[in-house]
């Protein structure tokens, strides 16, 4: 993995639409914005990164609404090596699979599943 470090929104930002990460670690407490704002960015890019949020607060209300929110999970702060590194694996797993199936779907299924119907109608 590689780390690149932004600290405000508007940076993050920026490196987001240059760099295309896979998966993001975003404090809820940015100086600039929240994490909210950060989630929607990330969500605008295609092929989004998953976005990990982490915060000294970290309860089960701040975890479900980053989910609810189209987030990855919530790491507590302080941070703990091995537990990052479990999180950020997974989520990059997460968005390696995703694109795995979105490249295994053929472009033209309609027609394929027509095209086997109509084998099958006329058997």
Request: glycine share 10%; aromatic share 10%; proline share 4%.
């Given at each position: 993995f590689r780390l690149d470090e932004a600290?405000?929104?508007?940076?993050?930002?920026?490196?987001l639409a240059l760099t295309r990460p896979h998966v993001v670690i975003c404090d809820a407490t940015l100086p600039d914005a929240d994490w909210k704002e950060f989630l929607g960015e990330a969500a605008s890019l295609s092929n989004a990164p998953r976005v990990i949020v982490i915060s000294r607060l970290?309860?089960?209300?701040?975890?479900?609404?980053?989910?609810?929110?189209?987030?990855?999970?919530v790491l507590p702060t302080?941070?703990?090596e091995h537990e990052v590194t479990r999180v950020v694996w997974l989520a990059w797993q997460n968005w390696n699979n995703e694109r795995e199936r979105q490249g295994r779907q053929p472009k033209a299924l309609s027609e394929k599943e027509n095209v086997k119907c109509a084998t099958r109608q006329s058997s």
């Open positions: 600290v405000t929104w508007r940076d993050g930002a920026e490196r970290a309860d089960e209300s701040l975890w479900s609404e980053v989910l609810n929110l189209g987030g990855y999970d302080p941070l703990v």
